[in-house]
């Protein structure tokens, strides 16, 4: 059982940032992939950026892209997510999960963590 603890989440202006982290407590941290999704109200959890075990890999939802950052510290069994420029639209509760291989598919993902909102005004 992996146990994954989202913080960071809170309210911002737009155009400000937020650094989420996610962490895992375990020695088995560094053996999965990490990936951060994110769910608007009335709407499908979608996915955000995901990061390989060594951090070698790094992939991004369009949405994000230029915006965002995924990094990890396997030393800390944590992993972050760096979010500058901010939008309204950014406003959800941000999960992050494990994965043997970075997949921006939710379902591929076996462990999550409760979630962190991030509430963006205009």
């Known amino acids: 059982q992996v146990q994954l603890v989202e913080s960071g989440g809170g309210l911002v202006q737009a155009g400000g940032s937020l650094r989420l982290s996610c962490a895992a407590p375990?020695?088995?941290?560094?053996?999965?992939?990490m990936g951060w999704f994110r769910q608007a109200p009335g709407k499908e959890r979608e996915f955000v950026a995901t990061?390989?075990?060594?951090?070698?890999?790094?992939y991004y939802a369009d949405s994000v892209k230029g915006r965002f950052t995924i990094s990890r510290d396997n030393a800390k069994n944590t992993v972050y997510l760096q979010m500058n420029s901010l939008k309204p639209e950014d406003t959800a509760v941000y999960y992050c999960?494990?994965?043997?291989?970075?997949?921006?598919?939710?379902?591929?993902?076996?462990?999550w963590g409760q979630g962190t909102q991030v509430t963006v005004s205009s």
């Open positions: 999960a494990t994965n043997f291989v970075p997949t921006s598919r939710p379902n591929d993902y076996d462990y």
């Open positions: 375990g020695r088995t941290f560094s053996r999965y992939a």
């Open positions: 990061i390989s075990w060594n951090g070698g890999s790094t």
